[in-house]
């Protein structure tokens, strides 16, 4: 439901900025990108073509297998066990994009305190996730996925983080959705209509085959 591979890498692409600033270049070859819950591996192929080492972690053997015949490097098993075998202060960046919905608040904690120990200082660690002020996303779109579990908000997120050890943690809002609006010198009617139909439309719906 997030998209083609094609979609999800121009989305990520605008991450690249930080992968020039944060990831030094490493003389002997070493990792100095882990990605948690890879997936299809495309933020993985999108940091080969611009020559970053980086690796990835996921328990889906599919996928797994899938980006291995990419020739990406991927480890199968549990991201957060992999992270804890990780040598303390060996990597610049640890990515996890729209993985920590799928957690419970501890495993979330466990995930942030194992990325801390294996980054450098002045390492990063860079999550994405659902936004549930969206009132679409936080209503209907986060439960397409029936692995999700509970929408985080922003001050949540960035507030776990912070206690988790991390500094100059910033909340970027990403992705918006097309609007259905029309434009602001149009009429302020439809503006009303669309969202008496959004906040207080059908509170149920029916499927008759």
Known sequence: FRGTA??????????????????AHSPDDSVRVLDIGCGRGEWLTLLQRIGVRAAGVDSHTAFVDAGRAQGLDIVEGDGVNHLRSMPANSLDLVTAFHLIEHLDIDSVLTLMAAAHDALRPGGCLLLETPNPTNLQMAACDFYNDPTH??????????????????ADVEVRHLHPAESPLAPPDRHRALVEEVVERVLFGPQDYAVVA
Not at 11 to 19: A, F, H, M, R
């Open 149 to 166: 579990r509970t929408p985080l908000p922003p001050a949540l997120t960035a507030f776990l983080v912070s206690a988790s050890g991390f």
């Open 6 to 23: 094609e979609q999800i890498t121009l989305k990520l692409e605008g991450y690249l900025t930080d992968v020039r600033r944060l990831v």
